[in-house]
């Protein structure tokens, strides 16, 4: 009996070793199990928080977490990411598509940066890379100012934004790539480049003025591009037209009127009064619509040395010719008279009506796109082209400031000089 005692207290002593050895175990992967969770949820938890990591690259640079550096406004960061649409892109992805930024991949090169063309694989896609120079302060205003502006804005007539990348002091935007490039390139191509011919020319017209409709009119608040102009304006398979670089863009309340700002866009498309008074408003933009119109009917730079090497404005070449009834002579030759008349003459006299001197007298975006459609008639313009003086005066109530016209006078020219570069003074 004792043995029997002792050996079934021997086989209870084993059982319960067995189940607390089981127990031990069971609690130990559950406790592991729970604990590598955790760790992912924070993993996964870090990464969204900051998505971009260090890769390093042939040339040793490693952006490190994403955020701008040298004491960046950090409410930047949150604007870009409310962002619908584009993607946020990790640089590794970028200098892979484009052979690490290779020559042999660049499309061209501007006043705050170079554009690459690349290719994402994951998405099949082409795209144009813009890198916007180290160290430009000017350049890195430009890159927010794309990101937080045209990142929210859909219109089949504006270049799109796929994504964006920065960190480690890079700033690089993805657009859709444009295999026909920029306007300017097949209106100034040279002696053996085609001619573009007036089909196209017009549909490109209707295109930017839908564009800039939707801009200034159409979107829930108004967009000052303030840089339009035919190098600004890119070409699709089918030369349809997409208005592109919202560096200098700004947002203004509908029906808030002029902006005061920096003078910034490009000499010969700049509105006359705002680089007099430094104020800027969709008037202003309405203005270099005009200049533009002018250029793609005529095939002419808008400023060009006349007599006495003194700069002429188009705008003066075409009114010019408009005064005598004889508009369409300003046509672009190369074309050979193969264009709609009427077509030609409503471009021309709506650019005119658009670059008028006088801003008070120029038409809303929507009353050139009515008649460059031909829903409104053409208007009827002074034969010498008028010149508006303004007069600045400062009011030191508000900080504000005001501009009076002292009205339209003479003819002559429209008030801009200088050469084709960008102007940006603080």
Not at 151 to 174: A, T
Not at 205 to 229: F, T
Not at 300 to 315: K, Y
Request: with cysteine.
């Amino acid at each position: 009996v004792s043995k029997a005692r002792r050996s079934v207290f021997a086989e209870a002593s084993s059982s319960s070793r067995t189940r607390l050895l089981i127990g031990s175990s069971i609690g130990t992967v559950s406790f592991l199990i729970i604990l590598v969770g955790v760790l992912v949820c924070l993993l996964v938890r870090r990464r969204q928080k900051h998505p971009i990591t260090a890769n390093k690259q042939a040339k040793g640079q490693e952006p490190e977490d994403g955020k701008f550096s040298d004491g960046d406004d950090p409410a930047m960061e949150d604007d870009f990411e409310k962002g619908t649409g584009p993607k946020r892109f990790r640089y590794v992805e970028l200098a892979i598509a484009t052979d690490n930024f290779s020559d042999e991949k660049k499309l061209g090169e501007g006043g705050f940066g170079s554009v690459y063309r690349g290719y994402l694989k994951e998405s099949n896609l082409e795209v144009a890379i813009k890198r916007v120079s180290k160290g430009s302060k000017q350049g890195k205003k430009e890159y927010a100012s794309e990101v937080t502006i045209i990142s929210r804005l859909r219109h089949r007539n504006l270049v799109q934004l796929i994504g964006w990348c920065h960190g480690g002091g890079e700033l690089l935007l993805v657009y859709e790539l444009m295999p026909k490039g920029s306007l300017d390139t097949h209106l100034y191509g040279g002696k053996n480049a085609a001619v573009l011919p007036w089909p196209v020319r017009h549909e490109i017209v209707l295109g930017l003025g839908s564009a800039l409709l939707y801009l200034n009119q159409e979107w829930e608040q108004c967009v000052l591009h303030r840089d339009i102009k035919p190098s600004n304006i890119m070409l699709d398979a089918s030369f349809a037209a997409k208005l592109g670089d919202f560096g200098l863009a700004r947002l203004v309340d509908h029906g808030r009127g002029s902006h005061t700002t920096v003078l910034a866009g490009t000499m010969g498309y700049m509105d006359p009064e705002c680089m007099t008074t430094g104020r800027t408003s969709a008037e202003s933009d309405v203005y270099s619509f005009g200049v533009v119109l002018l250029e793609i009917a005529c095939g002419r730079r808008p400023l060009a040395v006349a007599e006495e090497e003194q700069m002429a404005h188009l705008a003066q070449r075409v009114w010019a010719s408009y005064g005598v009834g004889r508009v369409l002579d300003a046509a672009d030759a190369r074309l050979e008279g193969e264009f709609d008349a009427e077509e030609v003459e409503r471009v021309m006299v709506v650019g005119l009506w658009c670059a008028h001197p006088d801003r008070s007298l120029r038409p809303s975006i929507r009353q050139a796109v009515g008649v460059l459609r031909r829903e409104q008639p053409l208007p009827t313009l002074p034969e010498r082209m008028p010149v508006a003086t303004f007069l600045y005066v400062p009011l030191l109530v508000d900080g504000s400031s005001s501009t009076l016209s002292t009205g339209v006078t003479g003819a002559g020219g429209s008030g801009s000089s200088g050469t084709d570069t960008t102007a940006e003074k603080s």
